[in-house]
C-alpha cells in the first residue's frame, strides 16, 4: 500500500452549463432591470425585494433538503396560514393575561416554531412510517391546512390585535445596519443549509437516498429518519417563514400562504437541484428564489409587458431551466 | 455442418473518441451453430454484439448478412433482417403482461383495434416452443429470472429471429435454470438458428458451444471450433497469462469461535439457521437461489427484519436489529446486487467509497481531503481501473464496480464480512484478485462468510461449506467433503443423511 498514487487529482475543470446558468440568467435580469428603470439598483428596491424573496427562500431552502432526498411537499403554502392563523389566534387570547410586550412576541413564535414541527412531523410520520406517497400525503395535508384556516377565521381574515401589531411590525421593517430582520434570517437559514448540504453528513445522506433508497439502506443509512428529519426541518422553516411574515400584514385568511408551494418548489428546480432526487443545492435555489422575485419586481417597476403575465413568464423560465440541465447532464 | 455464415464481421474496428477499443476483428455465425464470444470485462464483447446487432455502427471494416454487405442504420433494421440481441439486464416492461411484452411495439390489428385472440393464440404457440409454462396475462415483473429470460427468446421468435445474440444468459441462472435454457437452445438451434452468446463461466462455454472466440484488449486472440480448446486454454488466452492458480490455498487450521448464530428466523425465507464462525475461516454458503441464503445473511446484518435464539460474536450476545447494530460489532454485508444495492451509479467514486462511514470522516462536517486520500488509498490498495478520477460509477466496468463495492465495504472496518456473489459476473482476472483479497482478509484474524451461486467458486474457495435448502441449512461440508456432488446432494434434498453425520 503506497501513501503515494500515481493517479493524477483532476484538474479543475470550467463549471458546467448547470452552475453557470442559473447565475447567468440571475445577471441578465439584473442587467434588464437596470437598464429599464434606474431605481432598480436602489437601497430601497433591493431591500424590498430581498425581504419579499425572504418567505419562499427559508422555505425552499428547506424544500431543497426534501426534494433531495427524493420526496415533495406541496403543504407549506397552507402549512404557513395555518400557522399565522394559530399565531394570531394564541397571541390574541393571551393579551389580557400577558399583555404587549416582549413575553408574548416569544409566545406567538413558539407555537409558530412548534406547530411548524407537528406539522412537518406528521407529513414525515405518514410518508416514512405508513409508506405513502410524499405527492399524496402532502396533497392532504395542503386541502386540511387550507381548509383549517379558512374555518378559524370563519371564511374572513383573522387579524391581530391592533396595539400588539404595532409592537411586532418592527420584525419585519426593522433590523440592524440597515437591513431588515427577515434578509438576516433568510442569510443565517441560507448559510446554515449550505452548509449542512454541502458538507455534512446529513445532506451527503439525503443525496444518497435521492439518488437510490435501496443502496442508502445497504450502506447503513437510516432511511426513514433522515428523510423524516427533512420534512420536520422544512415544517420548523415554515415556522420561521411565518413569523417573519405575520408582522408584515397582521392578518392571516384563506388566501394566506397561496401558491407558495409551487414557488418554492420552483425556486428549487430553477436552481438545479434534481426533482426526482438525488442531487441538491442551496445556493441555487437561492438564485432560483431572486430569479423568481426579480420578474416579478421588474414587470411591475417597468412597463414593458403586463405584470398579469408574471406567470407566464416564471413558467418558462422554469421549463427552460430544466432543458438547459438536461442538456448539461447528457453532456457531462 | 459449416455451411456459409449468416452474418460475419470482416476487419471490423471501432472507435470511441480518440480511443479505438475494436481492432480488426472477424468474425463467422453460421446456421445451426453456437458461437460463444468470451473474454475479460472490457475486452470489446458488449460493443462486438452491439455492432453485430445494428446498435451501434462499425467505424471501419464490413457486415456481411448472407454475404452481402450491409449498413444497420438502426436497431431496426438489424430486427428487419432478423438479428435479436438479447440484454443481459432484460429489455422487459415490468408492468405489462407476458403477452404485451412479446407483441410490443409491433401489436397485431385486425382493422383499428387490436386483434388480441391471434395474438393469444401466438403467445402461447412461442411460449410452448420454449417450454415455458407462465400464463401470458402474468405481469414480467411477477415472473423469475429464467422464466424472464424465456420471455426473452419467445419475443425473440415472435420476431423470426434467424441470429440470435445473448449478452450473458446464464448470469443471473440457477444451475437447473440453465440446463432448461441450454435445452432450449439446442433446439433453436437444430431449427437452424445462428446463435451467438457470452458467458464467463467457461464450463457452460465448453457445454453448449460449437466454435468459440476469444477477445483481448479489442482483438481476437483465439479463434476455432469448441472442441480445440479446454477450459484452461480459454482461461489461458482471456487473460493472456496462466491462471491455473485461480484460488488462493487454504488456510490449514483455524482459530476459536469469532461468531456464533443460534435459531436466527427471517419470516417467511430461512427458520432455525445456525452456524459457527471461527477465526481465519472462510465459511462459504452454497443453496439454489430461493433457498433463503441471502435474505438468512441479511437478516443476521440487520437489513431485513429477522429473529434470532441467540448471536454470540466473540463470545459476547449481542442483539441486531439494524445495519448500525451489526456494523458496531464489526459485521458487515456486501450485497449481491451492485447495481440497486451496491452504489449509486449517478455519484463520483469518493461518495460512494465513503458513504457507509461518513462518521470516520469528521463529526459534524466531512473531511473532503480526507476522503480523497481514502480513495488514492481504495484505487491503489483494491487496483481500480477507471479513465476519470470523478467518473460516474454507472460508467465503471463491472470489475471495477465490484472492487470499489469491496473498497466501500472495508472502510467500515469489518471483523466478519459476510460477502454475497463476490464476483458475479466479472472477469477471471479480477474474481482472482478478490479471493486473494478474501483469503488474505480472513487470514489476517477475521472471518470471511461466502454466499456464491458457483459451485467452482465454494469448492475452491471455502474451509467449511453450509448449505442451505428451502429456508433451512441442509447440511454442513468441511475438507475433502466438499464436491459439487455432494453439495448439489444437500442443495436439492437428496441423501442428507450420509453428510449430516459428519457435520
Redesign the interface.
Known amino acids: ?2 501513501t503515494e ?1 500515481t ?4 484538474r479543475r475543470a470550467l463549471p458546467s452549463m448547470s452552475v453557470l446558468g442559473p447565475i447567468l440568467a440571475l445577471i441578465v435580469l439584473v442587467a434588464i432591470g437596470a437598464s429599464l428603470n434606474s431605481n432598480f439598483l436602489g437601497a430601497a428596491n433591493i431591500t424590498n425585494v430581498l425581504a419579499r424573496s425572504a418567505f419562499i427562500g427559508i422555505i425552499a431552502v428547506g424544500m431543497t433538503f426534501v426534494i433531495t432526498a427524493g420526496g415533495l411537499d406541496l403543504s407549506v403554502g397552507s402549512m404557513a396560514a395555518f400557522i399565522a392563523g394559530l399565531m394570531i389566534l394564541v397571541m390574541n387570547a393571551a393579551l389580557p393575561t400577558l399583555g404587549v410586550g416582549v413575553p408574548i412576541i416569544l409566545l406567538g413564535m413558539l407555537v409558530a416554531l412548534l406547530a411548524g414541527l407537528a406539522a412537518g412531523l406528521l407529513n414525515g410520520f405518514l410518508i416514512t412510517t405508513l409508506g405513502i406517497e410524499a405527492f399524496i400525503v402532502t396533497l392532504g395535508s395542503m386541502g386540511i391546512y387550507r381548509s383549517l384556516v379558512t374555518w378559524l377565521a370563519d371564511g374572513g381574515t383573522l387579524s391581530l390585535d391592533f396595539g400588539l401589531r404595532t409592537f411586532y411590525r418592527p420584525v419585519y421593517f426593522d433590523g440592524i445596519l440597515g437591513i431588515s430582520w427577515p434578509i438576516i434570517v433568510f442569510a443565517l437559514v441560507v448559510i446554515g443549509g449550505e ?1 449542512l448540504m454541502s ?3 446529513f445532506g ?2 439525503c ?2 437516498i435521492g ?2 433508497e ?9 432511511v426513514n429518519r433522515t428523510r423524516l428529519l427533512t420534512y420536520a426541518m422544512l415544517g420548523v422553516l415554515v415556522g420561521v417563514a411565518t413569523i417573519m411574515y405575520v408582522p408584515r400584514l397582521g392578518s392571516a385568511s384563506a388566501s394566506t400562504g397561496l401558491l407558495w408551494e409551487l414557488e418554492a418548489i420552483a425556486a428549487v428546480i430553477i436552481g438545479g437541484t434534481v426533482l426526482k432526487g ?2 441538491g443545492r442551496v445556493w441555487g435555489t437561492v438564485i432560483g428564489v431572486l430569479i423568481l422575485s426579480l420578474i416579478d419586481n421588474i414587470l411591475n417597476l417597468t412597463d414593458l409587458v403586463s405584470p398579469y403575465l408574471n406567470g407566464a413568464i416564471q413558467g418558462v423560465i422554469i421549463i427552460l431551466a430544466v432543458i438547459l440541465q438536461r442538456e448539461a447532464k447528457a453532456k457531462g | 455442418m459449416t455451411g456459409t455464415p449468416v452474418l460475419s464481421l470482416r476487419d471490423v474496428s471501432k472507435s470511441f473518441g480518440p480511443v479505438e477499443v475494436l481492432h480488426g476483428v472477424t468474425l463467422d455465425l453460421r446456421a445451426g451453430e453456437v458461437l460463444a464470444l468470451i473474454g475479460e470485462n472490457g475486452a470489446g464483447k458488449s460493443t462486438t454484439m452491439k455492432i453485430l446487432a445494428g446498435y451501434q455502427p462499425a467505424t471501419s471494416g464490413r457486415i456481411l448478412l448472407d454475404g452481402e454487405e450491409v449498413t444497420f442504420g438502426s436497431l431496426h433494421e438489424g430486427e428487419e433482417a432478423g438479428i435479436v440481441m438479447i440484454h443481459q439486464e432484460f429489455n422487459l416492461a415490468e408492468q405489462l403482461t407476458v403477452e404485451q411484452n412479446i407483441f410490443l411495439g409491433r401489436e397485431l390489428h385486425r382493422g383499428w383495434l387490436l386483434d388480441k385472440a391471434r395474438m393469444r393464440r401466438l403467445t402461447r404457440e412461442y411460449l410452448d416452443r420454449v417450454n415455458c409454462h407462465v400464463h401470458p396475462d402474468t405481469p414480467v415483473a411477477k415472473l423469475s429470472n429464467s422464466d424472464k429470460q424465456m420471455v426473452e427468446i419467445a419475443k425473440a421468435l415472435s420476431r423470426d429471429a434467424r441470429v440470435l445474440v445473448m449478452d450473458e444468459p446464464t448470469a443471473v441462472l440457477t444451475a437447473s435454470e440453465t440446463r432448461t435454457l441450454f435445452e432450449r437452445v439446442r433446439a433453436l438451434k437444430a431449427e437452424g438458428t445462428a446463435i451467438l452468446f457470452t458467458s464467463h463461466k467457461l464450463g457452460e462455454v465448453a457445454e453448449i458451444a460449437d466454435h468459440v472466440t476469444v477477445l483481448r484488449d479489442g482483438a481476437v486472440v483465439h479463434d476455432g471450433r469448441a472442441g480445440g480448446i479446454d477450459e484452461d486454454g480459454m482461461a489461458t488466452a482471456m487473460v493472456g497469462r496462466d491462471v491455473s492458480d485461480l484460488y488462493p490455498a487454504k488456510a490449514g487450521m483455524s482459530g476459536e469461535v469469532m461468531l456464533r448464530v443460534q435459531g436466527l428466523d427471517v419470516p417467511g425465507q430461512a427458520e432455525a439457521v445456525s452456524f459457527e464462525l471461527r477465526h481465519g475461516e472462510i465459511l462459504g454458503i452454497a443453496g439454489l437461489i430461493g433457498s433463503g441464503r441471502t435474505e438468512a445473511m441479511e437478516g443476521l446484518c440487520g ?1 431485513r427484519t429477522a429473529s434470532a435464539e441467540r448471536i454470540e460474536i466473540g463470545g459476547d450476545a449481542v442483539t441486531i436489529r ?3 447494530d451489526a ?1 458496531d460489532h464489526g459485521l458487515c ?1 456486501l ?1 449481491e446486487d451492485r447495481k ?8 463520483p467514486m469518493w ?1 460512494n467509497l465513503t ?2 462511514s ?2 470516520k470522516f469528521g463529526g ?3 473531511d473532503r481531503t480526507a476522503e ?1 486520500r481514502a480513495l ?2 481504495a ?3 483494491f487496483d481500480i481501473r477507471s479513465g ?3 467518473m460516474r460509477v454507472g460508467n465503471l466496468s463491472g470489475g471495477n464496480q465490484q472492487k470499489l463495492l469491496l473498497a ?1 465495504v472495508m472502510m ?1 472496518e469489518p471483523r466478519i464480512l459476510v460477502a454475497d456473489e463476490p464476483t458475479r459476473g466479472i472477469d477471471i482476472g479480477t474474481k482472482q484478485q478478490i479471493y486473494a483479497f478474501l483469503r488474505d482478509f480472513a487470514a489476517s484474524g477475521h472471518a470471511v462468510i461466502v454466499i456464491s451461486s458457483e459451485m467452482q467458486e465454494v469448492i475452491g474457495l471455502a474451509d467449511r461449506v453450509l448449505v442451505m435448502r428451502t429456508g433451512r441449512v441442509a447440511g454442513t461440508l468441511t475438507g475433502q467433503e466438499i464436491t459439487e456432488d455432494a453439495i448439489v446432494r444437500l442443495a436439492m434434498g437428496l441423501g442428507a443423511a450420509e453428510t449430516e453425520r459428519v457435520a
Open positions: 500500500m503506497t498514487t493517479n493524477t487529482r483532476p452548509i458538507r455534512a453528513r451527503r445522506h443525496a444518497a439518488s437510490s435501496h443502496v442508502a439502506h445497504y450502506s447503513n443509512v437510516n438525488g442531487f | 437489513l439494524r445495519p448500525s456494523l454485508y450485497t440497486l444495492r451496491g452504489l449509486l451509479l449517478d455519484k461518495e458513504l457507509q461518513l462518521e459534524v462536517l466531512i480523497e488514492d488509498r484505487i491503489s490498495e476519470r478520477r470523478d466501500k467500515s
